[in-house]
């Protein structure tokens, strides 16, 4: 109680005993993949022009840049991308004096990067503009043409490069060099550092970044990740599935290359099932057309789930039909099923937004063969104007209680959601009175879930119970510190087979 030595009005806030608890996003992807260019950081991206800005456009055998355009394409909202290219591959670097200039990420795409280091727009010898070109397909002559001078627009030669940036009235004295740092920083295709004494770079260009190599294929190893240095990066970065693991919004994880790369479908699963709280998705390999020899799922998991067949769209550049996995649109859907539904609905039934074609026609025989499995189909139903559908949502287990996809990640969003929200009750004192505030915390919670349809019941009581006393905990588990609350839930199940009888009645009984 504190004391109070003079007269007037005293205001204490209280908190209340008891928490709310909210919610956890299942939203969030995360993939990681090897793209044209990019950081190895893990970066969050929240459109495919926003991906395509920062790791150009996809490569010709891998499959990250269509996955991340499927996932907008069909719902998604928010991606972590881990780049993955092989740790021997080098960065393209030019040093303008004691200003190096390094590649965002490592790749021969680097040396498709030019600089020019000018006089900045407001005469200043204390300042400098630096302009960073990239040339998708290479420059066609000896050097290209600053583009940012409207009147090379017009000359024979001039070539527009598919990536422009200008950074103007850059500083080189005191602070000035390090907010200069921080101004390049934001480029999507550059980081710079001083090499040396901070001095004024002359002016130079076009000069094209050198030294880059793409190493060998990435293995394992690489998509594993680590911490490594990163120029114009103040402490290490973690890259691979190591960096998007270290990501906490993530819900979803997805490899859209699992089959170029052995064991990285392990890989995957292994980080959800570690982490808890994240869901898988994989597809079966591409080619596969006879379903009785398809081997899946392997190995099983209640924390994934398998697609097939491939599915067919444009290539976003060319326009050319290509034949992709079908994760990154199948994941764009959970989100959008999220969205509108919750994360209690089945992800299936729903059109996928891209897809032009199936690799294979599948058949009523061959999802007969594969659903029991736990293989989900992809099926085309434009002949009765239902487009392409997901029709499946069954995980990778065998186990009758985590066989589907929406049972699994709604225990997932509860797990996760209480974990979070009973947080503040570590150290607090272990007595009946903690033991109420949590028990009614939870109860709460799950009534909000169950009024949004995901647990089963007229009434709470039947949808989930929750015991949290003397009954749950022993004197031994509250001598050490053991809170120990018990739940129970009915989840909703999804209607995989609708059912209709139909009788006729041919008389009426008087």
Partial sequence: MPSYRLPGVYIREIPTPRRAITGVGTTTLGMAGEAERGPLQIRGVTSYAGYRRLYGDPLADRYLGHAVRGFFDNGGSRCFVGRVASRLATIATHDAGSLRVAAIGPGVAGEKTWIWVTDPVAADPNRFRVVVAYYRDGVVTAAPLDPTIAANRSLPGFQTPTELEEFDSLGFTGNDASVALTALARSSLIRAEWNGPPARPGNTGPVALAGGQPGNPPDIDDYIGGSIAVAGMSSPVVTGFAGLA?????????????????????????????????????????????????????????MAAVYWPWIRARHPLTNATVTIPPVGHVAGIFVQTDTTRGVHKAPANVVVQGAIALEFAVTTEDQDLLNPRGVNVIRDFRSSNRGIRLWGARTMSSDPEWKYISVRRLAIYLEESIDKG???????????????????????????VWRDGALQGAKPEQAFFVRCDRATMTQADIDNGRLICEIGIAPVKPAEFVIIRIRHQTGRMR
Avoid at 422 to 448: C, G, H, K, Y
Wanted: hydrophobic letters at 45%; glycine letters at 6%; one cysteine or more.
């Fill in 246 to 302: 270290e990501v906490d919004e993530i819900a979803l994880l997805a490899a859209p290359d699992e089959h170029a790369v052995a064991g990285l479908r392990e890989l995957v699963q292994k980080q959800c099932t570690g982490a808890g709280y994240r869901f898988a998705i994989f597809s079966v390999a591409g080619g596969q057309r006879d379903a009785a020899a398809i081997s899946e799922p392997q190995p099983p998991s209640t």
């Fill in 422 to 448: 009973t947080q503040w009750a570590v150290f607090e004192p272990n007595v009946p009175p903690l033991w109420d505030s949590i028990r009614e915390s939870i109860e709460n919670f799950l009534t909000m």
